[in-house]
């Protein structure tokens, strides 16, 4: 390390320093400004034009939206379909990639359908009609089965498996296991980091599902918690999407304004998913370079 830096070199890192500082809190001042606002007073942000800090700190808004069972409901049909589907994706995925990982008939010729999808795709015409066709209109089973396989996922999986190295499925073939036995036994549990990082990808993927919800789903009871902020948000239909809430709440005069209720409703539905990722991060990185570097 050398200790006697050039003035060039200290200003050039406090230079950087700065501006990634400077960059970071403009990313994350509006995470800050919903979080503030969602917390902020009906009579306070009625007269105020910039928010930064509430002069009185209240819950009204989180109130408002934890007493909608629309809204309640639609965060378990989320965590629904984000586990089960979350589950489906890794289990196809995995056990495809693991198949044309191995030399087996027909390699290339999966391998190229596989990457064939990357440049084509049926489109969103021609996949409804497929899914209404099966039967899976206004079914939880519409946002899952479509897209339980993603073919870059799917691709980087394969790669991870081929960098196992070969001593351990030779050795267990000679020891009498099967395919099923390998790859339930011996490269299962040596890839746990690629299984972390795609199933955190699959995760956030069916957490953030919108526009397959509302192109598949048309019972209300069913949408997705992405849904119901669309309703509370885009459309400023608070009061209308959350029908419970709005009822009690006409009752009192303290009804909070639905710009708050927005911003409260976008933090409960954010917070969740950020979670995983302190539990998933030690894996997150370890997994995704693994899967991209051979040897």
């Given at each position: 390390m050398n200790k006697h830096r050039s003035f060039a070199s200290i200003l050039g890192d406090t230079t950087n320093i700065i501006l990634l500082a400077l960059l970071a809190l403009l990313m994350l001042?509006?995470?800050?400004?919903?979080?503030?606002?969602?917390?902020t007073s009906a009579q306070e942000y009625a007269v105020s034009d910039l928010i930064l800090w509430p002069k009185e700190w209240v819950v009204d808004s989180y109130s408002f939206i934890l007493g909608s069972k629309e809204f309640i409901r639609s965060i378990w049909v989320t965590v629904y379909i984000t586990v089960v589907g979350s589950i489906v994706n890794l289990i196809l995925t995995a056990t495809m990639a693991y198949a044309i990982?191995?030399?087996?008939?027909?390699?290339?010729?999966y391998l190229f359908l596989v990457l064939f999808t990357f440049v084509f795709s049926a489109g969103m015409i021609p996949t409804y009609l497929i899914v209404k066709a099966t039967g899976l209109i206004n079914s939880y089973w519409a946002l899952i089965i479509p897209g339980a396989i993603n073919s870059f996922n799917l691709i980087v999986i394969r790669q991870f498996f081929q960098n196992i190295p070969?001593?351990?499925?030779?050795?267990?073939?000679?020891?009498?296991a099967n395919d099923l036995q390998i790859f339930s036994r011996v490269v299962v549990p040596l890839s746990k980091p690629a299984f972390a990082a795609f199933g955190l990808f699959y995760a956030v993927t069916h957490w953030n599902t919108y526009f397959s919800a509302i192109l598949y789903l048309n019972d209300p009871t069913k949408?997705?918690?992405?849904?119901?902020?669309?309703q509370i948000v885009i459309l400023n239909d608070a009061t209308n999407t959350l029908v419970s809430a709005a009822r009690e709440a006409a009752k009192s005069a303290h009804q909070p304004p639905a710009e708050t209720i927005g911003m409260a409703a976008i933090l409960l539905a954010t917070v969740p998913i950020l979670v995983l990722y302190p539990f998933l991060q030690k894996h997150f990185a370890k997994g995704v370079m693994l899967g991209s570097v051979k040897g």
């Open positions: 001042f509006p995470f800050y400004y919903i979080f503030v606002v969602s917390f990982s191995r030399n087996i008939y027909g390699q290339r010729v070969s001593e351990l499925t030779e050795a267990a073939t000679i020891d009498g949408w997705t918690v992405q849904v119901i902020l669309r």
